[in-house]
C-alpha cells in the first residue's frame, strides 16, 4: 500500500490583485521619473534644482539665472562665437550667489560684478591674433552659498574635459566660501576674488589671489585716515561699535584687525567699546540692539567725532535709521569697511522706493555722514591712468554703457570693475602662458604659475587701477583703496548718485 503524502491546496492565483499591484508600482515609478525629469528640466544643463526651489549648478549662460536676464543671453552668445570660431579655448567660471542674498550682498551688486566680468571676457576676444579665446561660466552656490559643495565639484570635474583654467568672483566672505577656496586650492584650480575681504582667504599655499582689500588693509588704511584727523584737529575722538557674532569672519577680523592697526598708527581710541549681535536667526532683535547702540552714541552729551562701526552694510542701514528715529540729531562721522555697501542691500526697483525714502528721512534727520573703505572707484582709475578721455575707465564705461545698458552712476560701486578685473587677471594670465610654454592648450596649472608671475614688471592693466599680486600671498599690491562717502538717497527714494568719492588711501603694505 503506498502511502500519499498529503499536499495542501495552492491558493488560488490572484491575477486581478497582481495586476492591479504591478500597475500601481509602475505608476509609482513612472512618476518618480517624471519628477525628476521635471526637476531636472525645469533648470537646465548642469543646472539643477535645490531645495527650497532654486536651480544651482554651472551654466554657460543657456540657462538664466534670477537677476541675469539678458545678460546671460549675452554671454550664452560670446560662448557660441567661440565655439563656432574653432579656436583653441579656455573656460573661466564666475562663482557668486547669483541672484544675490548673500548675507548683505543684494542682487544688484551681484549683476554689476557679473557684467564686468562678461565685458571682460569680450574685451579679451576681440584682440585680434591672440590664443587662447575666453569661454565664461557662470556658477551659482545658491543663497547664502548653501550649494557651495555640489558646486565646486562640478567646477572641479570640469576641469579636463571643459579646459577649465580658473575661477573668478567669490563675492561674500563667508565659512563657505573659505571651504569653497581650500577645496578648489587642494583640486589645482587658481582663483581671482572680486569682492572678498576676510583675512583667512589668504595662504602661504598658492592658488588664491584677489583684486579687492583684505580687512587688515582696509583698517590699515582707516586707522591711519583718523589717526590724521587727531593731528588735525586736537581732541578728535574715536569709538568703536562692534559685532559681537563670532560667526562671522568679516565682523570678527575687522574689529581685530581695527583694534590692531590703531595700536600701530598710536590712534586714541576710547576704552568703551559699544558692542551689539547681528546673526541669521536674530534678524528681529538686531534692529533692537542697534536702536541702544545709537542711544548710546547720538544721546551721549558729548558724542564722538567718530566711530569705526565693525559689521556689516545690512547693521550699518540700522544703526542709520536709528539715530536718525524721531527727527534725532547725531552729528558724527561712521567710518566702516567695503561691507558698507550692504547699506543698499536688495533696493532696487520700484518696491523699494517707499524704503529708501523712509532711509533719506531719518539719514537727513541724523545728519551723520558715512565713509567706508571702498576696494575701488571709477576716480581711483583715473588717478592711476589720468583722466584722458581714452583711459582705461572711460573705455569701459562706453562698453558698459552699450553692452549692459543702465546707469553708469552705477559704475561707482565699483563691483563691475572687480568683477572686470578678477576676470581679465586670469584671461591675461593664460594668453602669457601660450607664449611661455609654447602651446596653444593652455592647462590650469600654466595659468596658476602665471598669475604667481603677476607683479612687478608683469603687472596687468586692469580698470581699478594696476594688478598686482603678492607672491607670497596672493594679496594686491601697489594699488590704492578708496575712502568713499556713502550718501543717502533721495527724497523720492531714488539710489542717484550715492558713491562720493573722498580721498585715495594706502595700506601697510
Same mark, same amino acid.
Not at 245 to 252: G, Q, S
Not at 268 to 282: K, L, M, N, T, Y
Given at each position: 500500500?503506498?502511502?500519499?503524502?498529503?499536499?495542501?491546496?495552492?491558493?488560488?492565483?490572484?491575477?486581478?490583485l497582481?495586476?492591479?499591484?504591478?500597475?500601481?508600482?509602475?505608476?509609482?515609478?513612472?512618476?518618480?521619473?517624471?519628477?525628476?525629469?521635471?526637476?531636472?528640466?525645469?533648470?537646465?544643463? /548642469?543646472?539643477?534644482?535645490?531645495?527650497? /526651489?532654486?536651480?544651482?549648478?554651472?551654466?554657460?549662460?543657456?540657462?538664466?539665472?534670477?537677476?541675469?536676464?539678458?545678460?546671460?543671453?549675452?554671454?550664452?552668445?560670446?560662448? #557660441?562665437?567661440? +565655439?563656432?570660431?574653432?579656436?583653441?579655448?579656455?573656460?573661466? +567660471?564666475?562663482?557668486?550667489?547669483?541672484?544675490?542674498?548673500?548675507?548683505?550682498?543684494?542682487?544688484?551688486?551681484?549683476r554689476?560684478?557679473?557684467?564686468?566680468?562678461?565685458?571682460?571676457?569680450?574685451?579679451?576676444? +576681440?584682440? *585680434?591674433?591672440?590664443?587662447?579665446?575666453?569661454?565664461?561660466?557662470? !556658477?551659482?552656490?545658491?543663497?547664502?552659498?548653501?550649494?557651495?559643495?555640489?558646486?565646486? #565639484?562640478?567646477?572641479?570635474?570640469m576641469?579636463?574635459?571643459?579646459?577649465?583654467?580658473?575661477?573668478?568672483?567669490?563675492?561674500?566672505?563667508?565659512?563657505?566660501?573659505?571651504?569653497?577656496?581650500k577645496?578648489?586650492? !587642494? !583640486?589645482?584650480?587658481?582663483?581671482?576674488?572680486?569682492?572678498? +575681504?576676510?583675512?583667512?582667504?589668504?595662504?602661504?599655499?598658492?592658488?588664491?589671489?584677489?583684486?579687492?582689500?583684505?580687512?587688515?588693509?582696509?583698517?590699515?588704511?582707516?586707522?591711519?585716515?583718523?589717526?590724521?584727523?587727531?593731528?588735525? =584737529?586736537?581732541?578728535?575722538?574715536?569709538?568703536?561699535?562692534?559685532?559681537?557674532?563670532?560667526?562671522?569672519?568679516?565682523?570678527?577680523?575687522?574689529?581685530?584687525?581695527?583694534?590692531?592697526?590703531?595700536?600701530?598708527?598710536?590712534?586714541?581710541? &576710547?576704552?568703551?567699546?559699544?558692542?551689539?549681535?547681528?546673526?541669521?536667526?536674530?534678524?528681529?532683535?538686531?534692529?533692537?540692539?542697534?536702536?541702544?547702540?545709537?542711544?548710546?552714541?547720538?544721546d551721549?552729551p558729548?558724542?564722538?567725532?567718530?566711530?569705526?562701526?565693525?559689521?556689516?552694510?545690512?547693521?550699518?542701514?540700522?544703526?542709520?535709521?536709528?539715530?536718525?528715529?524721531?527727527?534725532? =540729531?547725531?552729528?558724527?562721522?561712521?567710518l566702516?569697511?567695503?561691507? !558698507?555697501?550692504?547699506? $543698499?542691500?536688495?533696493?532696487?526697483? #520700484?518696491?523699494?522706493?517707499?524704503?529708501?525714502?523712509?532711509?533719506?528721512?531719518?539719514?537727513?534727520?541724523?545728519?551723520?555722514?558715512?565713509?567706508?573703505?571702498?576696494?575701488?572707484?571709477?576716480?581711483?582709475?583715473?588717478?592711476? $591712468?589720468?583722466?584722458?578721455?581714452?583711459?582705461?575707465?572711460?573705455?569701459?564705461?562706453?562698453?558698459?554703457? #552699450?553692452?549692459?545698458?543702465?546707469?553708469?552712476?552705477?559704475?561707482?560701486?565699483?563691483?563691475?570693475?572687480?568683477? =572686470? &578685473?578678477?576676470?581679465?587677471?586670469?584671461g591675461?594670465?593664460?594668453?602669457?602662458?601660450?607664449?611661455?610654454?609654447?602651446?596653444?592648450?593652455?592647462?590650469? *596649472?600654466?595659468?596658476?604659475?602665471?598669475?604667481?608671475?603677476?607683479?612687478?614688471?608683469?603687472?596687468?592693466?586692469?580698470?581699478?587701477?594696476?594688478?598686482?599680486?603678492?607672491?607670497?600671498?596672493?594679496?594686491?599690491?601697489?594699488?590704492?583703496?578708496?575712502?568713499?562717502?556713502l550718501?543717502?538717497?533721495?527724497?523720492?527714494?531714488?539710489?542717484?548718485?550715492?558713491?562720493r568719492f573722498?580721498?585715495?588711501?594706502?595700506?601697510?603694505?
Amino acid at each position: 500500500m503506498s502511502t500519499r503524502i498529503f499536499e495542501p491546496p495552492r491558493p488560488p492565483r490572484r491575477w486581478g490583485l497582481w495586476i492591479v499591484s504591478a500597475l500601481v508600482v509602475v505608476a509609482v515609478l513612472v512618476g518618480a521619473a517624471v519628477r525628476i525629469i521635471d526637476t531636472a528640466g525645469r533648470c537646465g544643463d /548642469g543646472v539643477r534644482e535645490a531645495t527650497g /526651489g532654486e536651480c544651482v549648478g554651472v551654466t554657460d549662460g543657456a540657462y538664466t539665472f534670477e537677476n541675469m536676464h539678458g545678460l546671460s543671453a549675452k554671454i550664452h552668445t560670446e560662448n #557660441d562665437n567661440v +565655439a563656432k570660431s574653432g579656436a583653441p579655448s579656455v573656460a573661466i +567660471a564666475y562663482i557668486e550667489a547669483m541672484s544675490g542674498g548673500s548675507a548683505d550682498r543684494g542682487p544688484e551688486a551681484t549683476r554689476q560684478a557679473v557684467s564686468g566680468a562678461y565685458l571682460a571676457q569680450r574685451a579679451l576676444n +576681440a584682440e *585680434r591674433s591672440t590664443l587662447p579665446k575666453i569661454r565664461l561660466l557662470l !556658477a551659482n552656490t545658491g543663497g547664502g552659498d548653501r550649494h557651495w559643495s555640489q558646486v565646486v #565639484d562640478q567646477l572641479i570635474a570640469m576641469k579636463d574635459k571643459e579646459h577649465l583654467v580658473a575661477v573668478a568672483g567669490f563675492g561674500q566672505s563667508n565659512d563657505r566660501t573659505m571651504n569653497a577656496v581650500k577645496r578648489l586650492r !587642494a !583640486a589645482g584650480l587658481p582663483m581671482v576674488g572680486a569682492t572678498v +575681504a576676510a583675512d583667512g582667504l589668504s595662504s602661504p599655499t598658492a592658488g588664491f589671489y584677489r583684486v579687492s582689500f583684505p580687512n587688515r588693509d582696509q583698517t590699515a588704511a582707516a586707522a591711519g585716515y583718523l589717526k590724521e584727523q587727531q593731528r588735525t =584737529h586736537p581732541g578728535y575722538r574715536v569709538q568703536v561699535i562692534r559685532d559681537g557674532n563670532e560667526k562671522d569672519d568679516y565682523n570678527t577680523s575687522l574689529y581685530e584687525d581695527f583694534s590692531a592697526a590703531a595700536r600701530r598708527a598710536g590712534l586714541d581710541v &576710547d576704552d568703551e567699546v559699544i558692542p551689539f549681535r547681528s546673526g541669521e536667526g536674530e534678524e528681529a532683535t538686531a534692529g533692537n540692539a542697534l536702536s541702544l547702540v545709537a542711544d548710546k552714541v547720538c544721546d551721549d552729551p558729548k558724542p564722538p567725532d567718530a566711530v569705526y562701526f565693525a559689521g556689516r552694510g545690512r547693521e550699518l542701514r540700522r544703526f542709520i535709521e536709528a539715530a536718525g528715529e524721531g527727527g534725532r =540729531h547725531c552729528r558724527t562721522t561712521v567710518l566702516s569697511g567695503s561691507s !558698507a555697501l550692504g547699506v $543698499y542691500f536688495d533696493t532696487g526697483g #520700484d518696491r523699494h522706493r517707499a524704503e529708501l525714502a523712509k532711509l533719506a528721512q531719518r539719514w537727513k534727520y541724523s545728519q551723520l555722514t558715512v565713509y567706508y573703505t571702498a576696494f575701488t572707484h571709477p576716480e581711483i582709475s583715473k588717478k592711476v $591712468y589720468g583722466k584722458g578721455k581714452n583711459g582705461p575707465f572711460a573705455d569701459f564705461e562706453r562698453a558698459y554703457r #552699450d553692452e549692459v545698458g543702465g546707469p553708469t552712476t552705477a559704475l561707482a560701486s565699483g563691483q563691475a570693475m572687480l568683477g =572686470h &578685473d578678477a576676470t581679465y587677471a586670469i584671461g591675461k594670465a593664460a594668453r602669457t602662458a601660450v607664449g611661455v610654454y609654447g602651446t596653444r592648450q593652455v592647462t590650469a *596649472r600654466m595659468v596658476l604659475a602665471m598669475l604667481e608671475q603677476t607683479n612687478g614688471r608683469s603687472r596687468v592693466r586692469g580698470i581699478s587701477g594696476h594688478i598686482a599680486f603678492d607672491p607670497d600671498t596672493g594679496e594686491p599690491v601697489d594699488r590704492p583703496l578708496a575712502l568713499v562717502e556713502l550718501r543717502h538717497p533721495t527724497d523720492t527714494g531714488e539710489a542717484g548718485d550715492i558713491y562720493r568719492f573722498v580721498a585715495p588711501l594706502h595700506t601697510d603694505r
